[in-house]
């Protein structure tokens, strides 16, 4: 049985739709997938940071304690202060970098890559069928 004009535009259309959902279901399952990846990722780092930081905290109180009683009888607070002086200039510079670090953005970015690509090909593809008429 032939299909008359308004049943054709219909059948194109849900074919349309099927494959614009197929497409939405391909980049959503890479938008999860990518997210499940920097979860895991920020959770080690997190760890992993965090540790850090407990043994640095340790090692610089040590190590002021130990600058502090060396130059306890001629020096101390020349001590005192040059350690403060040193440990917040240290932070300081620490937190410019992680600042600088934490601006650069790298969620979803091949899901972003992937949906820039497809606009490419449906605009080219919108350019060619006009050039063609």
Known sequence: MALGPTQRVFEAAKRLLKTLLSGGETRLRLAVLELEEER????????LVGASLVFLLLGIATLTALVVV???????????AGSAVMLLALS???ALRARKQAR???LLKETLSQLAAD????EADAHDEKSRR
């Open 40 to 47: 895991d990722r920020l959770v080690s780092l997190l760890l």
């Open 104 to 106: 650069t953005h790298t």
């Open 92 to 94: 300081g510079i620490l």
């Open 119 to 122: 606009r490419n090909l449906l």
């Open 70 to 80: 060396i130059f306890w009888d001629s020096y101390r607070l020349i001590a005192i």
